[in-house]
């Protein structure tokens, strides 16, 4: 009893003592969220942070998650010596959390992979679209490639496809099938690749290239594409050829997976489940 | 020339007063890497990073990137402030970047998905693998559910559900194929996450729960885990039941994608490229 007293004394001094507690929302999961977006003295902010902290601890709060925007960067320390860590960064914030209770963090990890694409869009001529970069790994060989690209934040890995397409080529195409996907392991800082080969119809047959990134792109005969040196030396590009060649026939025996669109858990939100079950 | 000598009589003063260079490691695309590991004081650091951003601009580096354990959080503010910004961040350090050329920075983006499985694990009797979960979103509902998790940094994804299930159950398992995966997106700060369901044989018959996070673990009918009403309520849920059943019985037609190992472009690396041709 004694304890708690004192405790509360303590917390009022702090809240009578001018010192701000900081603005916050409620997340679902019985903890908070702090998005910093004024400049702050340090000092105050670890006065304000103390006190908030205090004040959550009582309110029976779980996680904190701070957001400090990169211009912000002086309250990184100040956040870090409160007891804070890192939970992931992007180039113009990072995200600290803190845990309250005694047990165990349950706060979510943070991401891990890169997501990527590579689109063959085959017409009815057999022929495929092809690209040469002007930048990355393959500029300059003479090397002709699928179109392919990131999959950016929130967005489907098949419109992903459809987007890459457009930006590259000026070709309209629509989502077919996920032929193949591949996962690569990378050494230096970033992390595993996932990379899907989808197969898309195209919509339009005139190439506007994008002058940032594509040298030129074109049309190029399926046998064209398979017969490059450098796909029949790398073992990886030889493959996902090979299944590309197996489901570019019209009577195509190959069973990729299809997009069907099904409710989250969420209430209202949707998202794709990929199989080679049509309509399931 | 009156400028390019001004500049170096600059960069000769700053090597002769007592600055330090940054101990660095040259990467492959022609940049450097920094891994701060002693304290440093942030004065002496702000010095040390001009000298050396000076003298690697000379050399014609491209990408600087600072690695900065939490313990040395006093230095991020310093780095933003010669011009660094975020690239990512895990619990213990904060990785930040600076492109030294005028030409648009190429430094890779960091990671955008995390990855999970859900492992479809069927014996002979058409009975599969379920778990009750004691935190999370199922706790204390009732709801048996196949075993889930994250792939770790690193691991192949199909490795990932053989060990989750050896962790969970304690059931040896062996990968069959993949049957379909699902992409869903989330709102706070988690971003997106792939989920690949995986058909599994089991190699074992007893079953020893792990203790911190499952509550129990059992074999149960198919038919029984399709009756469940959450499964029958939700349309991803059933979705997913009603493929894994196509694919649980022995004469299947169920077309999923296995793994094929294959090299990747770095010489002696291997990954898999998963699709639904066998052997290629």
């Known amino acids: 009893m004694i304890i708690i007293s004192v405790k509360v004394l303590y917390a009022k001094d702090l809240f009578t003592s001018g010192v701000k507690i900081l603005e916050k929302k409620d997340d679902k999961y019985g903890g908070v969220v702090i998005e910093m977006k004024e400049m702050m003295n340090p000092s105050s902010f670890a006065a304000s942070l103390k006190a908030s902290l205090f004040n959550w601890r009582l309110q029976g709060k779980k996680g904190v998650w701070l957001k400090l925007p ?108 996920f032929l193949a996907f591949r996962q690569y392991h990378k050494a230096l800082f970033s992390k595993s690749d996932l990379f899907f080969v989808c197969k898309l119809k195209p919509l339009s047959t005139t190439i ?19 017969e490059q040196s450098y796909v029949k030396e790398h073992e990886g590009f030889l493959s996902v050829a090979e299944i590309c060649k197996m489901a570019s026939s019209k009577k195509s025996a190959y ?3 299809s997009a069907n669109l099904k409710s989250q858990r969420t209430p209202g939100k949707k998202s794709y489940v990929y199989s080679s079950a049509n309509n399931i």
């Open 255 to 257: 069973s990729g997976f």
């Open 208 to 226: 506007t290239k994008q002058d940032s990134e594509i040298e030129t792109a074109k049309w190029m005969k399926m046998e064209e594409y398979c």
């Open 70 to 177: 990169i211009e912000l960067s002086d309250l990184v320390d100040v956040a870090k010596k409160e007891g804070f860590w890192y939970h992931h960064a992007e180039k113009t914030y990072i995200m600290m959390v803190y845990w309250i209770p005694k047990t165990p963090s349950t706060l979510p990890s943070n991401a891990s992979h890169k997501v990527g694409i590579g689109a063959f869009v085959i017409n009815e001529n057999e022929e495929i679209l092809v690209v040469q970069e002007k930048n990355g790994y393959f500029a300059g060989t003479g090397f002709w490639k699928m179109p392919t690209g990131l999959v950016e934040e929130g967005e489907d890995v098949c419109d992903a496809a459809v987007r890459e397409v457009k930006e590259e080529t000026g070709i309209d195409a629509e989502f077919v099938e």
